[in-house]
C-alpha cells in the first residue's frame, strides 16, 4: 500500500526525535523554532515519547534530552540504506564525513562526548 505521502503524526514524531538527537538538551521554544512544529504538537509529542522511553525530561537543565532507548532504533541496521528522497528536514542533514584511517585514542569524557587524542 504505497499512498505517496507520509502519515503527518508519523513524519512529526520523526522531525521531533531528529532535532532533540542533534543537542544534548532541547526547550520547548527551541523545538518549536527548529521544527515549526505548534508547540502545543511538540508538548504532545515530547509527552508520548517519554512515556515510551525515548525521551526524558530534565528540569535542573531545562528541558528535554533523548535516552539510551533511542538505540533501539537503529538495531536492525546492517547496512547503507535505500534512501528514496530526501530527509524529513530536507537539507539541514548533512552527509557523514570522509572516514579516516589515522587512529586515535580516547583522551576523556565530557558531557557525553569523547576528546580524542592522535594515537
Known amino acids: 500500500m504505497s499512498s505517496g505521502s507520509p502519515v503527518e503524526s508519523v513524519r512529526r514524531a520523526f522531525a521531533l526525535l531528529e532535532e532533540l538527537n542533534r543537542q544534548r538538551i532541547n526547550s520547548i521554544q527551541h523545538l518549536h523554532e527548529a521544527t515549526a512544529l505548534p508547540k502545543s504538537t511538540i508538548v504532545r509529542l515530547l509527552e508520548t515519547l517519554r512515556l515510551l522511553g525515548y ?9 528535554y534530552q533523548v535516552t539510551s532507548g533511542v538505540r533501539t532504533l537503529s538495531s536492525g541496521f546492517h547496512g547503507d540504506p535505500q534512501v528514496r528522497g530526501g530527509s524529513l528536514l530536507g537539507d539541514r542533514i548533512h552527509p557523514p564525513a570522509q572516514a579516516s584511517d589515522r587512529r586515535c585514542r580516547v583522551r576523556s569524557r565530557r558531557h557525553g562526548r569523547a576528546i580524542l587524542d592522535n594515537a
Open 55 to 63: 525521551v526524558a525530561n530534565d528540569p535542573r537543565q531545562g528541558g
